[in-house]
């Protein structure tokens, strides 16, 4: 069975620092993998995703992630953080990229940006 | 523009109350999905549908029903039989040329 595991629940930088939010995934497949942004009381917007194309992937926002299959890793990072980053960011697996895909959550990380 | 309506935004149900939750998308996607979302689990699949009139359960189905009578809608009911559905509940759908598209959700509570 696929899982995913979010390395801290909470995590807080200091705008214009680094944004580090760490992610591991498991699979028995080859596995697609996407980020996923949410503020309070919305839904999921879709920060980047992995197909098995490029290991390093772009995102909106200025947001990427580098798919590591040695590390069963795709940690999220961003440069210089923002105020507007502020929000939860859930990382997901599925075994299937289009169609009816079953997206396994990891349990999230609450990202708070300090002036 | 196309997208996903969830509603209400807001529900509140009393002890021993069956209530359902509105989806609908104008995508025509033809999976749907539904999720339940609580502080530091994630969200956890309900209950999702590849096509119209079939839906199969998901990781924590016991409690809640589903129809897909139409391509556009997926409503979710939250059955007495569900003891702690205090949640927010987010509605998905997807389709073969495009990743998943989120509604805003539906914030139910038990009085």
């Known amino acids: 069975a696929q899982s995913v595991t979010q390395l801290g629940s909470h995590v807080s930088v200091s705008e214009g620092a680094l944004v580090l939010l760490r992610c591991n995934y498991s699979?028995?497949?080859?596995?697609?993998l996407f980020w996923y942004v949410q503020y309070p009381n919305q839904g999921l917007q879709l920060l980047l995703k992995?197909?098995?194309?490029?290991?390093l992937v772009k995102g909106i926002n200025g947001f990427e992630a580098e798919f590591k299959k040695s590390e069963t890793s795709f940690h999220l990072t961003k440069p210089s953080a923002h105020m507007s980053d502020a929000a939860e960011y859930f990382c997901?697996?599925?075994?299937?990229?289009?169609?009816?895909?079953?997206?396994?959550f990891g349990q999230g990380t609450r990202l708070t940006i300090n002036p | 523009d196309g997208g996903i309506t969830q509603s209400p935004k807001y529900l509140f149900r009393k002890e021993g109350q069956n209530v359902t939750l509105s989806c609908e998308q104008n995508l025509n996607h033809d999976a749907m999905y539904w999720y339940r979302q609580d502080p530091g689990q994630g969200l956890r699949l309900i209950y999702y549908?590849?096509?119209?009139?079939?839906?199969q359960k998901g990781d924590i189905a016991e409690g809640y029903s589903v129809s897909r009578e139409k391509k556009e809608s997926f409503p979710l009911t939250v059955t007495s039989a569900q003891k702690n559905p205090t949640a927010f509940y987010l509605c998905?759908?997807?389709?073969?040329?495009?990743?998943?598209?989120f509604g805003s959700g539906t914030r139910l509570t038990v009085v």
């Open positions: 997901a697996v599925s075994d299937a990229f289009q169609g009816a895909q079953k997206l396994v």
């Open positions: 699979s028995s497949v080859p596995p697609y």
């Open positions: 549908s590849q096509i119209v009139n079939d839906f």
């Open positions: 992995y197909t098995s194309a490029a290991t």
């Open positions: 998905a759908s997807s389709s073969i040329n495009y990743g998943y598209t």
